[in-house]
């Protein structure tokens, strides 16, 4: 079963930087356009996320479900950093499942698919709560290469193509500011577009 979700908090932090925009664009020795080129940056990196449907910003994300549920839960997320399984049992308390309880992993698809083990036994939950049970997940990139741990799972590592096709649409926007009509900047270009298909996860 397939489970669309809601983001719940996200990351202030930019997988990609204004210094790197400000590079790309040759601006880095001035600072008058920082705020539009903030703009345009936060646009791009939402532009291409909703494109490609990946997560480019760190985010935490919850699913909530009435009950329990058997077999293979999909969620609509890539990439899935980590998942925690909550619930409300009878008495109205929160509860965390235990890690060794259930299983989790990305597919090839591009979901993350979470499953119970054996030993799970569904314990009783608050009945009629349209959130008794409640699927945890962080999503996100690495943003930093540099950071502890980054680089230690190679499909959490911010993709390059990304990378450019946010700074080639941040760019356009922002050398072509000054466009006399609309559809002007609504023009995406062609490399960015040939960019975020190669990149973008069919859901």
Same mark, same amino acid.
């Given at each position: /079963? ?5 983001? !719940? =908090? ?7 930087? &204004? ?9 880095? #020795? ?8 903030? !703009?345009? @940056? ?13 997560? +480019? ?6 699913? #909530? ?10 969620? &609509? +997320? ?19 499942? =235990? ?9 090839? @698809? ?24 409640? !699927? ?5 990139? #690495?943003?930093?290469?540099? /950071? ?7 499909? +959490? ?7 450019? =096709?946010? @700074? /080639? &649409? ?14 002007? &900047?609504?023009?995406?270009? @062609?490399? =960015?577009?040939?960019? /975020? ?7």
């Amino acid at each position: /079963m397939l489970k669309l979700i809601d983001v !719940i =908090a996200e990351s202030d932090e930019r997988p990609v930087t &204004l210094a790197e925009l400000k590079k790309h664009v040759h601006a880095a #020795d001035f600072a008058d356009d920082d705020e539009q080129l903030e !703009i345009f @940056l936060d646009a791009a990196i939402d532009f291409v996320a909703d494109r490609t449907s990946l997560t +480019l910003r760190r985010s935490s994300w919850r699913v #909530d479900r009435c009950d329990w549920w058997s077999g293979c839960l999909q969620i &609509l +997320l890539t990439p899935v950093r980590d998942v925690t399984v909550k619930y409300i049992d009878a008495a109205g308390a929160e509860q965390t499942v =235990a890690a060794d309880l259930y299983r989790w992993e990305r597919t090839a @698809l591009g979901n993350a698919e979470i499953r119970f083990l054996d030993a799970f036994a569904s314990p009783a939950v608050k009945a009629d709560t349209f959130n008794a049970v409640q !699927i945890e997940l962080e999503a996100g990139f #690495d943003q930093d290469p540099n /950071m502890t741990g980054a680089g230690d799972d190679p499909e +959490l590592e911010f993709p390059p193509r990304a990378r450019q =096709a946010v @700074l /080639m &649409l941040a760019a356009s926007w922002y050398r072509n500011r000054e466009a006399v009509a609309e559809t002007d &900047l609504k023009v995406v270009p @062609l490399a =960015a577009e040939a960019l /975020m298909g190669q990149l973008r996860v069919y859901r």
